[in-house]
């Protein structure tokens, strides 16, 4: 009886025609995905399809046949965030990028974030402003993952506050 090593995969590489009826199946629920997350429907589509085509290409990397929907949905998500990185500097080099938009007003941003340590503003502007999880937050802070989002609700919870407390009236005490 031979036993099987733990570093190859269980299942074979998966056909052509497995994958071929895995894209059809997953690609529109790729597609969803990339939506729900916010992703405008013409970039979630091309980046849908490339998940798919990099999927093809590695497939011989899966773990399990049965979880390649997941699998190009990771690889869908880490493109997102190429896509996002490689796009901001080049944004916040444009002419549009200078002008304000109407449901965004920077001195409400400023007047908020004047409430904050310099720490927590610096938390901030690099989750909300740019985009970093909390996943990749942690190392750069030398926390685990749950403690930034911990972090950031306790930071939201008294920003909460001290504007619930500005609205009512109430002055604040130095």
Same mark, same amino acid.
């Given at each position: 009886? /031979? /036993?099987?090593?733990?570093?190859?995969?269980?299942? %074979?590489? @998966? /056909?052509?025609?497995?994958?071929?009826? %895995?894209?059809?199946?997953?690609?529109? *629920?790729? #597609?969803?995905?990339?939506?729900? /997350?916010?992703?405008?429907?013409? @970039?979630?589509?091309?980046?849908?399809? %490339?998940?798919?085509? !990099?999927?093809?290409? *590695?497939?011989?990397?899966?773990?399990?046949?049965?979880?390649? &929907?997941?699998?190009?949905?990771?690889?869908?998500?880490?493109? #997102?965030?190429?896509?996002?990185? !490689? +796009?901001?500097?080049?944004?916040?080099?444009?002419?549009?990028?200078?002008?304000?938009?109407?449901?965004?007003?920077?001195?409400?941003?400023?007047?908020?974030? %004047?409430?904050?340590?310099?720490?927590? !503003?610096?938390?901030?502007?690099?989750?909300?402003?740019? &985009?970093?999880?909390?996943?990749?937050?942690?190392? !750069?802070?030398?926390?685990?993952?749950?403690?930034?989002?911990?972090?950031? @609700?306790?930071?939201?919870?008294?920003?909460?506050?001290?504007? +619930?407390?500005? #609205?009512?009236?109430?002055?604040?005490?130095?």
């Amino acid at each position: 009886m /031979t /036993t099987a090593n733990k570093n190859e995969p269980t299942d %074979a590489v @998966l /056909t052509e025609q497995q994958y071929e009826k %895995a894209y059809r199946q997953g690609y529109p *629920r790729t #597609v969803r995905f990339l939506l729900s /997350t916010g992703v405008p429907s013409d @970039l979630a589509e091309e980046l849908a399809q %490339a998940a798919w085509a !990099r999927g093809w290409e *590695r497939r011989g990397q899966l773990k399990s046949q049965g979880a390649v &929907g997941v699998w190009v949905n990771t690889i869908a998500k880490n493109l #997102v965030r190429v896509d996002y990185r !490689r +796009r901001r500097p080049a944004e916040e080099l444009s002419e549009g990028a200078a002008v304000v938009q109407p449901d965004y007003d920077a001195s409400a941003v400023a007047e908020i974030l %004047a409430h904050c340590s310099p720490v927590d !503003r610096q938390l901030l502007e690099q989750h909300y402003l740019e &985009g970093w999880s909390s996943k990749e937050l942690a190392p !750069r802070l030398g926390i685990s993952p749950v403690s930034v989002r911990v972090r950031l @609700l306790r930071i939201k919870q008294s920003l909460r506050e001290a504007l +619930r407390l500005r #609205v009512a009236g109430v002055p604040e005490v130095a």
